[in-house]
């Protein structure tokens, strides 16, 4: 008897395994171009290394050189975040608190996303969108933090790609950003 279950408990096993290959496999194969990569970075719109110009009468208005279509577009010099709709439409914009590492500037997608984790400096988080991820393996995304403590400063030590929103706009990116949007990172 014990060998006919160790059997059935082998034989299980396999096929779970080859399911999950099976689905691995699905899942890469309708990736779009770019999006599976590790440096899926593009340079950014515009001039490279340059700050996109802004309207000084509307600090939050929009850069112009920051892409077209749908996308998420954040300004690591301003700590600003637009959500732009399909046809071009600021749905919202909000400022942000950047992590000890700045994502470089260029063009992403996001590539996954968590409803709550722990993060990196040991708070819990909420609805976080990553977009891409450091040489060293460093996670970088949007995330709100759900502990009395979040608005205290980053711990410097920490390395952490945590850009942080409120709740309210940590929900309205959670349900903006979905796989596949592109977020655009400029000066």
Same mark, same amino acid.
């Not at 577009?73 to 000890?100: A, C, N, Q």
């Not at 609805?127 to 205290?152: E, Y």
């Given at each position: 008897?014990?060998?006919?279950?160790?059997?059935?408990?082998?034989?299980?096993?396999?096929?779970?395994?080859?399911?999950?290959?099976?689905?691995?496999?699905?899942?890469?194969?309708?990736?779009?171009?770019?999006?599976?990569?590790?440096?899926?970075?593009?340079?950014?719109?515009? /001039?490279? !290394?340059?700050? #996109?110009?802004?309207?000084? @009468?509307?600090?939050?208005?929009?850069?112009? %050189?920051?892409? +077209? *279509?749908?996308?998420?577009?954040?300004?690591?010099?301003?700590?600003?975040?637009?959500?732009?709709?399909?046809?071009?439409?600021?749905?919202?914009?909000?400022?942000?608190?950047?992590?000890?590492?700045?994502?470089?500037?260029?063009?992403?997608?996001?590539?996954?996303?968590?409803?709550?984790?722990?993060?990196?400096?040991?708070?819990?988080?909420?609805?976080?969108?990553?977009?891409?991820?450091?040489?060293?393996?460093? /996670?970088? !995304?949007?995330? #709100?933090?759900?502990?009395? @403590?979040?608005?205290?400063?980053?711990?410097? %030590?920490?390395? +952490? *790609?945590?850009?942080?929103?409120?709740?309210?706009?940590?929900?309205?990116?959670?349900?903006?950003?979905?796989?596949?949007?592109?977020?655009?990172?400029?000066?």
């Amino acid at each position: 008897m014990a060998g006919t279950s160790s059997g059935v408990v082998a034989g299980l096993t396999a096929a779970a395994v080859g399911a999950v290959g099976f689905l691995a496999y699905q899942a890469s194969a309708t990736v779009p171009p770019g999006l599976g990569s590790r440096s899926s970075a593009s340079p950014a719109p515009g /001039a490279p !290394g340059a700050k #996109a110009p802004r309207d000084r @009468r509307h600090p939050t208005a929009l850069p112009n %050189t920051s892409g +077209t *279509g749908e996308r998420v577009v954040y300004s690591v010099d301003d700590d600003r975040v637009w959500l732009v709709s399909e046809r071009g439409r600021v749905e919202r914009t909000f400022k942000v608190s950047p992590g000890t590492i700045d994502p470089p500037l260029g063009a992403y997608w996001v590539t996954s996303r968590s409803k709550a984790v722990t993060g990196t400096d040991g708070l819990p988080i909420e609805h976080v969108v990553r977009f891409t991820t450091t040489k060293d393996g460093s /996670a970088i !995304g949007f995330s #709100a933090v759900t502990a009395q @403590r979040a608005a205290a400063p980053p711990d410097p %030590t920490v390395k +952490t *790609g945590g850009i942080r929103e409120t709740r309210a706009d940590g929900n309205a990116m959670w349900n903006f950003a979905t796989i596949g949007v592109k977020v655009i990172v400029i000066r």
